[in-house]
């Protein structure tokens, strides 16, 4: 097995290769499985709330609100559709677009949202934060700056 590769002109140990995946699920798992205990609410619908309560007058349209979460037009179909079954939001058609829909937080979405916010962002806080230092922060605040652009900009290319 290959120990190191070059990217970049840097060295890629074993460790820096598998510390990114194995870091990031992790954290992901257990903010989600904290999320279930304290609320009953998965990770990703904390997410789906929370960018509709950022967006203008609580709406977005499902194309870009798939985009947002990096699902398919499917995938984000079943999921608002979960989360109207739980009354959390609706779905309404987009009045520019009569082809399309948006997907609208509802009053019961917010208020979950809301209960579920301090209890997530103190685990965000003990599990990521609590790791990093100022300076990491600066640098990491950076990287998946960089990184979220060049993602943007190239979509799904892996070459």
Not at 14 to 43: H, I, K, Q, V
Request: hydrophobic share 35%; proline share 3%.
């Amino acid at each position: 097995m290959v120990s190191t590769i070059s990217a970049n002109g840097c060295q890629l140990t074993a460790a820096t290769r598998t510390g990114l995946p194995n870091a990031s699920l992790r954290l992901e798992t257990w903010l989600d499985e904290g999320l279930r205990a304290d609320n009953g609410r998965t990770l990703t619908d904390y997410h789906l709330l929370l960018l509709l309560a950022e967006a203008p007058r609580h709406r977005l349209r499902m194309s870009e609100l798939a985009d947002r979460m990096v699902f398919s037009r499917s995938r984000i179909t079943y999921r608002v559709s979960s989360t109207t079954k739980r009354g959390l939001a609706v779905r309404e058609p987009d009045p520019d677009d009569g082809r399309g829909s948006r997907a609208v937080l509802t009053a019961a979405g917010l208020e979950t949202l809301r209960r579920a916010t301090p209890g997530h962002a103190a685990s965000v806080r003990k599990l990521f934060f609590g790791s990093i230092n100022d300076d990491d922060l600066a640098c990491v605040e950076g990287v998946f700056t960089r990184l979220r652009e060049s993602l943007q900009r190239n979509g799904r290319k892996t070459t």
